[in-house]
């Protein structure tokens, strides 16, 4: 078996790249294309006797599928997970024409959603992993087999090690051979994604009219975070997403009570207002329905529009109304790149999406193979054994060769014993977790008055969509459904409505008593302030007070000398607290 890639845009966005498996007893040779960005054409690549066996797309962002259908050809499958498979289709159904799209009608036929091993040849597998970025966004691992030995490549495409609203990032401990890694790097990411949720919470709070404009994806991934923010704070505002962000939001099946979501709209009444949160693409207000919600706060002094950009289009600087813009572009920082690589120490590394000194800058600087190249020549990554390129030299091959021996021995290179590795899947986090979304919590807290205990506090999603979050989604209630101000305790909403006569038919009369509600509360108490427990009041003497803590578990946790902080409850508010549990 000979495998070899070729970038296939260099001179463009260098996201795409053509892999091909040579089977030298059949003499056959199977092409694969990870991504279809701009000035990718297949035709160009392939040879006469060579055919595309599949096309495997990491993520719904616009640079990697311009050319996708325009390079369907051989029948082949477009493989992807199905977040990214129901956004492409989206936006053929809605607007395929303005992205400039070719052959819908041949992409929606082609496109084939993925979650586990598919079989592309008897000898090729492909399989898709988490990579962070953006909802739904994945790398791919391509497993190849030569006679008993199986090896193992990972095109990461767009990641990161961060969450993306849920989705999990890219794992470092896969059991790859080489490394297709996107080298794109961002170190304000952190920096920028906090100033954006701290302004929109902060004029909302103030009354303003808040327009936010960013793409599709960051728009769900906006509404994700300012929606678990307005659960664990008094400064909930209402969140709309509005237009193609509310087609997102929709499509990956997000629901949350916070989250009013309006696909359609004749007057822009109905999604803004005071107070209110709106999140609508595209990221700057020159087109579509930012566009027509731009248009009508523009000369309102209350009003406040904030700009999230991917630094592609400049943003509007000054308007009647408060303009702020922050560009969000989710790539990990650099140092983040070398502990991945380092983490996973592959063979080789072929850099992608970056030219000139910024690909440049990772040649020689990995104990493994790095390949920045910057044309469209085929280059062998194994041929009956993995070796280096032709132009290091023998000292940095002796290098690599070290580095492999001590990691694995003399099985460097080797077969995998299993036939399906065991690897992450693309599956959204049951729990919602800011930290690891890439919030700098602290400055948040500092930002909105607010305790970092309450933003860090986790919250768990069941697998039926239910929440122990008190501002989540009820069962049987559409996201549009007012809550019913009657079913707040405590000044948080209940998971489930209490029955409403004034509901409509599409709201389902909640199940849950006060019992359930209170020990929801008791749960997130738990999560914010501490473990709940009782003890028995001791008299020393001599002016002592001691507290026999009665949870034995609790008492092994506590250390001599420890200070905790108490909350006194008596026997008799207890008593009282009981009595309202079983009414």
């Known amino acids: 078996m000979q495998v070899s890639y070729q970038h296939a845009n260099p001179h463009d966005g260098r996201e795409s790249h053509l892999l091909r498996f040579h089977e030298e007893i059949h003499d056959q040779t199977t092409c694969i294309l990870v991504d279809s960005g701009s000035g990718v054409d297949v035709d160009d690549l392939l040879g006469e006797d060579e055919y595309l066996s599949a096309i495997l797309l990491t993520h719904a962002h616009l640079d990697h599928y311009r050319t996708l259908g325009s390079n369907i050809r051989d029948e082949a499958p477009i493989y992807a997970t199905p ?3 129901e956004a492409i289709e989206t936006r053929l159904d809605t607007d395929a024409e303005h992205a400039d799209l070719d052959n819908p009608d041949d992409v929606r036929v082609a496109i084939e959603p993925i979650t586990d091993w598919t079989t592309v040849t008897s000898d090729i597998h492909v399989t898709p992993v988490p990579a962070g970025h953006a909802p739904g966004a ?61 302004t929109v919470v902060e004029r909302a709070s103030a009354g303003s009219t808040v327009l936010t404009t960013t793409s599709g994806s960051t728009g769900v991934h906006l509404a994700y975070l300012l929606a678990h923010v307005a659960r664990a704070s008094d400064l909930a505002r209402p969140v709309t997403v509005a237009g193609r962000v509310a087609t997102l939001w929709e499509a990956f099946d997000y629901d949350h009570l916070a989250v009013k979501c309006v696909t359609t709209f004749e007057d822009p009444d109905e999604v803004l207002g005071p107070g209110r949160i709106t999140i609508a693409g595209p990221e700057v207000p020159i087109a579509g329905s930012s566009e027509r919600l731009f248009d009508a706060i523009e000369d309102d002094a209350g009003a406040t529009l904030v700009q999230v950009t991917s630094g592609a289009f400049d943003p509007e600087r000054s308007a009647g109304c408060t303009v702020h813009d922050y560009q969000l572009s989710n790539h990990p920082t650099e140092e983040t790149v070398d502990s991945v690589v380092e983490a996973l120490g592959p063979i080789h590394v072929v850099i992608t999406h970056q030219q000139g000194h910024a690909a440049d800058r990772y040649k020689d600087k990995y104990d493994s193979f790095v390949w920045a190249t910057d044309d469209s020549k085929q280059y062998t990554l194994y041929d009956d054994g993995w070796s280096g390129p032709p132009w290091v030299t023998e000292a940095t091959r002796r290098r690599v060769r070290s580095r492999l021996y001590t990691d694995a021995g003399p099985d460097v290179g080797g077969s995998l014993d299993t036939v399906d590795v065991p690897l992450p899947t693309v599956e959204r986090h049951d729990d919602v977790d800011l930290v690891t979304e890439g919030i700098d919590t602290d400055r948040l807290a500092d930002d909105l008055g607010l305790d970092v205990g309450i933003l860090e506090a986790p919250v768990v999603v069941d697998a039926d969509g239910s929440t122990d979050d008190p501002v ?15 079913s707040q305790v405590d000044g948080a909403e209940s ?25 929801r509360l008791d749960r997130i108490e738990d999560a914010v302030t501490g473990t709940r427990t009782g003890a028995t009041v001791v008299d020393a003497g001599d002016g002592v ?24 409850q008596t026997d008799q508010e207890q008593d009282a607290r009981d009595d309202i549990e079983t009414d």
């Open 138 to 198: 994945c790398g791919f691992v391509v497993r190849f087999a030569e006679g008993d030995d199986r090896h193992h490549l990972l095109a990461t495409g767009d990641f990161t090690t961060r969450r993306a609203a849920g989705y999990p990032g890219l794992a470092t401990d896969l059991p790859v051979d080489a490394v297709f890694l996107t080298a794109a790097t961002n170190a304000d990411f952190r920096d920028q994604l906090t100033g954006a949720v701290a």
């Open 545 to 568: 007070t001691l507290l026999r803590v009665t949870d034995e578990s609790v008492a092994e946790a506590l250390a001599h000398g420890e200070r905790v902080d108490l909350v006194i």
């Open 472 to 486: 989540a989604v009820a069962d049987g209630a559409s996201v549009s459904d007012p809550v019913d101000e009657t």
């Open 83 to 85: 977040e990214t498979a």
């Open 495 to 519: 998971e489930q409505p209490i029955e409403d006569s004034t509901a409509g038919d599409d709201v389902e009369v909640g199940s849950d008593s006060i019992a359930d509600v209170l020990a």
